[in-house]
């Protein structure tokens, strides 16, 4: 029992490293993101990511978690909504605010993003939140606002934030419906259960790329974009998230998320991006209030499938 509830020293290392592997994979699909919808499109881009990535999430899911696929298949109208809102929904908004905004831009309103959880854990699932998580917040969201308004809150109306920025308040708000609709119901094995959602969306989206037609990269840069995004942000990271979870508390996992933040905008100032005071204040009190308002959750750990 002692084993179980507190992994060796090497286990909980690996576990950090693997936590380090995911989020910096999903800091990648923001980075590469902007340089594959470019060149496709957001839909078309979110067909060919899942297109590519199911086959071996199959594979994966079979051997490591050896699911009985007749059980979990009995949820497919509850996977099949997590999928559209999801694994379709936040992509399609990431991948469309990726065309007016900039890469860190959205990573930094995308950190408000567990906060946001817990406001609607507080609303939809009767969780509790004390003073800590309410100041937080709060924290969190002068925070977002201050980067949406470019440092210019009070003046907001006059000069309104790109569309944008709005499109990816409408991603997280989409990731917080899936997260909160992912804690109902029966608890299926998560790599299995992100393949299939992955498979919905597949479906779902064929006829769009009927109708409007598919668009593939059109250079090696969009190709192997696109490559990254199949295979890391929609495999390696959510194995390796997986894997960490068994290794790491699940608060300090929560926490981790923020490095997706700070992964990207490393990367903007090594590839010379450019960016802003107001960004770089706004990410300060984002990351600041999302860590304030941590909580140490008791149940099992909220789904991700970036």
Do not use: C
């Not at 406001?119 to 998580?133: K, N, Q, S, Y």
């Not at 029966?186 to 769009?208: C, D, H, K, N, Y």
């Amino acid at each position: 029992m002692t084993e179980i509830a507190r992994p060796p020293a090497a286990g909980r290392t690996f576990g950090y490293l693997a936590l380090v592997g995911a989020t910096l994979s999903w800091a990648g699909n923001y980075l590469l993101g902007v340089i594959a919808v470019a060149e496709t499109d957001p839909v078309s881009l979110t067909w060919l990511r899942w297109l590519l990535a199911v086959v071996p999430l199959f594979v994966i899911a079979q051997v490591v978690e050896r699911p009985d696929w007749r059980a979990i298949l009995r949820s497919w109208p509850r996977l099949l909504v997590l999928g559209l809102i999801g694994v379709a929904g936040y992509n399609l908004l990431l991948y469309a605010a990726l065309d007016t905004e900039t890469p860190f831009q959205l990573s930094l309103i995308n950190a408000f993003n567990p906060a946001l959880i817990a406001i609607a854990a507080v609303l939809f699932l009767g969780a509790r939140l004390g003073w800590r998580g309410i100041g937080g917040i709060l924290l969190a969201f002068a925070g977002v606002f201050w980067i949406i308004s470019g440092g210019q809150p009070l003046t907001i109306l006059d000069h309104p934030p790109k569309i944008g920025s709005l499109v990816m308040v409408g991603a997280i708000v989409a990731w917080t419906a899936y997260t909160i609709i992912g804690r109902t119901g029966p608890r299926l094995p998560p790599i299995s259960a992100v393949a299939i959602q992955g498979t919905f969306v597949v479906l779902a989206l064929t006829p769009f790329v009927l109708a409007q037609g598919l668009r593939l990269p059109e250079t090696a840069a969009g190709g192997w974009s696109l490559a990254y995004i199949a295979v890391f942000p929609s495999i390696a990271s959510y194995v390796l998230w997986n894997y960490a979870l068994q290794r790491v508390p699940p608060a300090q996992a929560g926490v981790s998320l923020n490095l997706i933040t700070v992964f990207t905008a490393i990367a903007t100032v090594a590839l010379g991006m450019p960016f802003t005071a107001p960004q770089i204040l706004g990410g300060v009190l984002v990351l600041a209030g999302v860590v304030l308002a941590q909580e140490r959750p008791k149940g099992p750990a909220l789904p991700l499938a970036r």
